[in-house]
């Protein structure tokens, strides 16, 4: 039986809505997954830092996707809980057109810009060159990656979850054999990884793309469309949270590669990549989940249904809290495998690598908290409040911690400053949850 927006859901349907979008994200996360580790393993540990090392830049460059797909969904699934379903259908439209040529511009931009941006992060040498090529191959299909992100929320905001979750299966699985096929069997080395995530983020916003040009069983077919620059702007202002979740992430990801460099050389900052790809995948879990259920959150704001807002954060809540402590003991029990999965090849790296995980993994007990309270406020179109919970998790107590705390426990220190971080914007998240909770009744 289809579900729709407008349903009654009780847990068991909450979760048969919300699973393909958390799928999609854990697929998204592993393209980066697969590069590193036959990066790793087949190229050699220079070239996978320096993969590590530059991701944070390309990501902040990809960042406009994830605003609009986040604040622009949220705006739609409102304007159709409003019963505006001819508005929502051109405001889908215009977001997408929009990004299109937002990744245009940024794409030839950051080309140009990043080998000085590099060169100025540290890098130099043959990290530095790697860092440029791999980047601007990435960079080519910048447009389209950021349609990919954008198409993940949308397919959920048209009632296809399930399409969505297809597309993205179809580029996880074309990135891992490309990745095979260009390193393993052709021998490409760095650049073939780059080709392999170029092509299958290109086959994610394609597939997307082709899917909405044509008549389809969605609510939504791309059409013509005008600048309607007040939903801009508010889409902007609702989504500045995603906006500013990635780039501040990958802000501070750069600080902890410095840090890393300066406490533990090329070591540390391998170990952090083998950290990040395992906290994509974990995260992806709570980010998936999160957009998921936005769509829903946004359409019964939009209709002024307040009981059903109540059931959804207190259901949702409940999902959190457990995939938390599962995540929890995974990463405790799964830390040396993995360490040994990607580095085993350097008793050393993997030592430190190992460590890592065993002090990272109570970070996983508090960041579902921070991550489904901004997507929550961004559903309620509450930009604000979602960008002062993204802006403080991610940057402000970040920051502060991976500057402070390895001044006390050394390379330790770097490790824990994640946690600390996640406690803080957790416990800052439940303050503004129980501070609205009059204003908008759930």
């Known amino acids: 039986m289809k579900i729709q927006l407008s349903d009654h859901f009780s847990l068991g349907r909450l979760m048969r809505f919300t699973i393909p979008s958390i799928i999609m994200m854990v697929f998204t996360s592993v393209y980066g997954v697969v590069d590193g580790f036959f990066v790793s393993n087949l190229v050699g540990k220079t070239p996978f830092a320096a993969v590590n090392f530059i991701w944070p830049f390309l990501m902040i460059l ?114 891992m054999v490309m990745d095979y096929l260009f390193m393993a069997v052709f021998r490409w080395g760095l650049p073939g ?41 508010k ?50 879990i709570f980010i998936g989940y999160s957009t998921g259920v936005a769509p829903v959150v946004g359409f019964h704001f939009g209709a002024g249904n307040r009981l059903e807002l109540h059931s959804l954060l207190k259901k949702s809540s409940a999902v959190i809290l457990v995939s938390s402590a599962a995540m929890f003991g995974a990463a405790e029990l799964l830390g040396r495998p993995l360490a040994q999965l990607f580095v085993g090849y350097d008793a050393g790296l993997m030592e430190l690598t190992a460590r890592g995980f ?12 921070a991550i489904f309270g901004s997507a929550f406020f961004t ?20 920051i502060t911690a991976v500057l402070v705390f390895p001044l006390i426990w050394g390379v330790d220190g770097i490790w824990g400053s994640i946690v600390g971080a996640e406690l803080v914007a957790a416990a800052v998240t439940l303050v503004f949850l129980a501070a609205k909770r009059k204003r908008y009744q759930y």
């Open 62 to 175: 990809g960042a406009v996707g994830f605003m609009f797909g986040a604040g622009g969904g949220a705006l739609i699934a409102k304007t159709l809980g409003e019963g505006k379903h001819e508005k929502a259908q051109r405001l889908f439209s215009m977001f997408v057109y929009v990004t299109a040529g937002c990744g245009i511009g940024i794409g030839i931009l950051g080309m140009l810009l990043i080998r000085p941006v590099a060169r100025l992060l540290g890098a130099e040498g043959i990290m530095l060159e790697s860092c440029v090529i791999y980047g601007r191959i990435i960079l080519s299909a910048l447009p389209l990656f950021m349609l990919q992100y954008e198409f993940q929320t949308f397919f959920i905001t048209a009632q296809k979850p399930r399409l969505g979750l297809a597309v993205t299966v179809v580029s996880g699985i074309a990135n």
């Open 193 to 233: 990884a780059a080709m392999a995530t170029a092509l299958s983020q290109s086959l994610g916003g394609l597939i997307p793309l082709v899917y909405f040009s044509r008549p389809n069983g969605s609510l939504f077919r791309l059409g013509k469309a005008s600048l309607d620059k007040r939903a801009l702007a």
């Open 235 to 284: 889409a902007c202002i609702n989504g500045s949270s995603e906006l500013m979740s990635n780039i501040s992430m990958s802000l501070v990801g750069m600080l902890y590669n410095l840090q890393l460099l300066k406490y533990a050389g090329e070591d540390g900052v391998a170990a952090y990549g083998v950290l990040m790809y395992v906290n994509m995948v974990f995260l992806s």
């Open 358 to 369: 065993l002090i990272y993994s109570f970070s996983f007990l508090f960041s579902g908290i």
């Open 379 to 398: 559903a309620l179109n509450d930009g604000l409040t979602s960008a002062a919970i993204a802006f403080l998790r991610s940057l402000v107590f970040e």
